[in-house]
Every structure is written in structure tokens, then in C-alpha cells.
């Protein structure tokens, strides 16, 4: 079972526009997501998180957006650079017994163009 | 401020042999994770230390066990490998329990041949 979906195996973006990568959840208990950047053979790297409480969070170039109603996230890469050339994995995790356990999607890999 | 580490970096073992792969968390954090990314798979959550106990366990078989030490720093044992064991394991951090962001090391190829 699924929890986390990432449906967008990969995106190609050019330099200067916009990079949006979406994510959809299942399990209405999830209160609390998180975007990761992963090279090949490299450890993921933390990017910006979100609580259920808000609908939107902001970090320099990233934003992550949560509509809780449709149980999606997007994260908005502006402006995209070559650098943001990366593998990127959501994550979401709940309260109580499951706290600690991070749920992964499957991963979108960007690509910007120069 | 050091970030997460992990030993080795690469691990070749024969089928049924055992690994044992090694993770110090960033200085002050208690709380240790480990997950597993097979070959063209997303990362799938393996085990939850804090303060030296085992606080939650992933969909595994008994065969994968750990534990954490009073420096905070963590072992993940792989007993019996198998080949389908063969994958990049990875180890986070973070400063409490459960709550907040997990810091990740570089993980362990481990190859089981």
C-alpha cells in the first residue's frame, strides 16, 4: 500500500522557470511533510518541511504548498537552476505509535536544462 | 557542525554471512533511524532508536536488528543475507524523538553476492 505517490517519475525544467513537483497521501493521520534532494550515492538532503497546521512554507528559491483536503503537496522550485538537478523525495510522518517512521514516495527526478 | 556519518561506505558479503554497518548521529541529536533504498525503489523505513531503545520497527524480518549505544551512535546488524538484502542503507538523525527533521549520512552500499 502506497502511502506516499509520487506519480511524476521524472521532469524536465528549463533554467530561470519554474520547477513544481507534486505529491499525494493517503493516510489522513499524516501531520507533518518534508521535501528531500538526493544525488546518486549521497545520502538525502533535507529542503524544507511543512506542518499540517499550515498550508504554505517558504525557504529562499523553495515553497511547499499542502491542501489538506486533497491530500496533496507541491513543492516550487523558482527559479530552477542547474544545480537543482537532483532526485527529490516527500516524505510524511504521523503521531503516535508510527511517530519517528518517515514514509517515502518513490522520488521525481528533476532535470534543468541551462 | 559534523553531520551524520556512516562505516563503511561500501560492503561486499556472500549470501547468508552477516553485515554489520555503523552510524554516528550529528552531536546533540538522540534519535536514530534507519531505512533501506533497494535498486529502483524508494526508501523504506527500517528501525527508530532513541536514548538506547528501540522505538519503532519497519516491515522487515527479524533478521535485521541494531541498537544504540550510550553515545548515541547506532549499529544495524543483517544476519543470514540475502541477495535481495543488497541495497544502500541509510542512517538519519534528528535532535528528539519523532518529531523533527531527520538529518541523513551518505549511507552503505552493501552487496551481497
Known amino acids: 500500500d502506497q502511502q506516499v505517490k509520487q506519480n511524476s517519475p521524472s521532469l524536465s525544467v528549463q533554467e530561470g522557470r519554474i520547477s513544481i513537483l507534486n505529491c499525494d497521501y493517503t493516510?489522513?493521520?499524516?501531520?507533518?511533510f518534508l521535501w528531500y534532494k538526493k544525488y546518486p550515492a549521497e545520502g538525502p538532503t533535507f529542503l524544507i518541511s511543512i506542518s499540517s497546521i499550515k498550508d504554505k512554507n517558504e525557504d529562499g528559491r523553495f515553497t511547499v504548498f499542502l491542501n489538506k483536503s486533497a491530500k496533496h503537496l507541491s513543492l516550487h522550485i523558482v527559479p530552477s537552476q542547474p544545480g537543482d538537478s537532483a532526485v527529490y523525495f516527500c516524505a510524511a510522518s504521523a503521531q503516535g505509535n508510527q511517530g519517528g517512521k518517515l514514509i517515502f514516495g518513490q522520488g521525481t527526478e528533476l532535470s534543468v536544462k541551462p | 557542525e559534523a553531520g551524520v556519518t556512516q562505516s563503511p561506505t561500501h560492503l561486499i558479503k556472500t549470501r547468508g554471512q552477516q553485515a554489520t554497518l555503523r552510524c554516528s548521529p550529528i552531536s546533540g541529536h538522540t534519535s536514530v533511524y534507519w531505512y533501506q533504498q533497494a535498486l529502483g525503489l524508494g526508501l523504506q523505513f527500517l528501525l527508530w532508536?532513541?536514548?538506547?531503545?528501540?522505538?519503532n520497527r519497519g516491515n522487515f524480518p527479524p533478521r535485521f536488528s541494531g541498537r544504540q549505544f550510550p553515545n548515541y551512535s547506532s549499529e544495524l546488524n543483517v544476519n543470514a543475507l540475502e541477495l535481495e538484502d543488497s541495497a544502500l542503507y541509510l542512517c538519519?538523525?534528528?535532535?528528539?524523538?519523532?518529531?523533527?527533521?531527520?538529518?541523513f549520512g551518505p549511507g552503505t552500499r552493501l552487496t551481497v553476492l
Open positions: 538519519a538523525s534528528s535532535p528528539r524523538v519523532g518529531r523533527d527533521t531527520q538529518y
Open positions: 493516510n489522513s493521520m499524516f501531520d507533518y
Open positions: 532508536y532513541d536514548e538506547g531503545e528501540e522505538r
